[in-house]
C-alpha cells in the first residue's frame, strides 16, 4: 500500500510526530502529500503540528496589554521554523527578510501566556531564549554595518528583552552604552528628556544602551565561561503576570494598568529595589518609580 493510501487521520498523526521542516519537506514529494498538508480546509493538521512544538498554546496567548493571539497556526509556524532556521544559519536570510525575522522572534516573546501561581513560566520565552543563546544571533548582528534604521531598532528592542549577551561584557561594548547613556545631547525637550523620538515612539537603541549600562551592575560575570544570565532584567522576566483569581473573567483592565499614573524620579541604589520586585524600570541616572492612584508600583 503506497503511503497516500493510508487513511487520512493515520498520515495526519504520523505527520504531527516529524519536525515542521520534514512536514514541509514531505510536501515536496508529490502532489498528494501537498494537497493533504496545504490544501486543507480546516487548520487540524497545523494546529496539532504546532501544539506538539515546545511552544506556548496560541489559544491561551495574550500580548502585553492583554489582546488574544491570532490564530493562524499554519502562518506563525511557518514563521517560527523559518526564523528557527535563519537564526541558526544567518547565511540563508534573503534580501530585505532580516525585519521580518526580527519580529517573528519579538512577535513570539510579546504573546504568550499570563504567569500566576497555577501558570508555568512561558515556553515562548524559553524558545526564543534557547534558540538565541545556542546560536550567538544577536551579537553576529550587533557586528552588522549595514543595518536599515528598521532593522537596527527591532535588534536593540530583542536584545533589550533578551537581556545580556557574551559581548556585552566587552570593554567596548561597555563604552559604547556609557558614551550613549551619558552624553546629554541625547536628552533634550524634543524628546522628553528620555529614550523617545520626537513623534513619542521608543528609541530602542537608547533603551538597550540603558538597560546594558545597569545590567552590568546587577550581573557578575566574572565566573569562567559565559551563560545565560537570568536577572530581574532578563527575557524570563518580560512575561506579564495575572493576578490570581482574574483567569478566564471578562475583564478589561486585569492587569490594574487603567486610571491616573504619576512619574517621580528619585536618586537611590537600584539593586535594592531589585530585590523587592521582580518587575522593574530602571536608569543609571536614577530609578523611574512609577504610581498609580494609592498603589505603590515599580
Not at 537581556?163 to 550613549?180: F, L, M, V
Not at 530602542?204 to 537570568?230: C, E, K, N, T, Y
Not at 486610571?259 to 541616572?285: A, K, M, P, T, Y
Request: charged share 20%.
Amino acid at each position: 500500500m503506497h503511503f497516500t493510501e493510508l487513511p487520512t487521520e493515520i498520515v495526519d498523526e504520523i505527520l504531527v510526530q516529524c519536525d515542521p521542516i520534514e512536514v514541509s519537506s514531505a510536501a515536496q514529494t508529490c502532489s498528494a502529500l501537498r494537497t493533504l498538508i496545504y490544501g486543507s480546509h480546516d487548520s487540524k493538521l497545523w494546529r496539532e503540528l504546532y501544539l506538539a512544538q515546545p511552544l506556548d498554546d496560541l489559544r491561551k496567548c495574550v500580548s502585553q496589554n492583554g489582546q488574544p493571539a491570532r490564530l493562524d497556526w499554519k502562518r506563525n509556524l511557518q514563521c517560527l521554523f523559518r526564523a528557527r532556521g535563519v537564526v541558526a544559519n544567518p547565511s540563508l536570510l534573503k534580501p530585505g527578510e532580516l525585519e521580518t525575522i526580527l519580529q517573528t522572534l519579538l512577535r513570539t516573546i510579546l504573546y504568550h501566556p499570563p504567569w500566576s501561581s497555577s501558570n508555568d513560566d512561558s515556553l515562548n520565552l524559553l524558545w526564543v531564549s534557547n534558540i538565541l543563546l545556542q546560536h550567538r544571533f544577536i551579537d553576529q548582528l550587533e557586528d552588522t554595518t549595514s543595518l536599515t534604521f528598521a532593522e537596527r531598532q527591532l535588534l536593540s528592542r530583542l536584545h533589550c528583552y533578551y537581556g545580556i549577551t557574551a559581548k556585552d561584557e566587552e570593554a567596548q561594548a561597555r563604552i559604547n552604552s556609557r558614551a550613549y547613556v551619558y552624553t546629554m545631547r541625547n536628552y533634550r525637550p524634543e524628546n522628553d528628556y528620555g529614550p523617545f523620538f520626537s513623534n513619542g515612539t521608543v528609541n530602542w537603541q537608547h533603551m538597550q544602551a540603558l538597560h546594558h549600562v545597569v545590567s552590568m551592575h546587577i550581573v557578575d560575570m566574572r565566573d569562567d565561561g559565559f551563560d545565560f544570565p537570568v536577572f530581574p532584567m532578563s527575557l524570563q522576566q518580560t512575561q506579564i503576570l495575572m493576578p490570581d483569581g482574574e483567569e478566564g473573567k471578562e475583564n478589561k483592565d486585569w492587569a490594574g494598568l487603567e486610571g491616573s499614573w504619576v512619574v517621580s524620579f528619585c536618586f537611590c541604589d537600584h539593586r535594592d529595589l531589585l530585590r523587592e520586585s521582580r518587575q522593574i524600570l530602571v536608569g543609571n541616572l536614577g530609578v523611574l518609580i512609577f504610581f498609580k492612584k494609592n498603589n505603590f508600583r515599580i
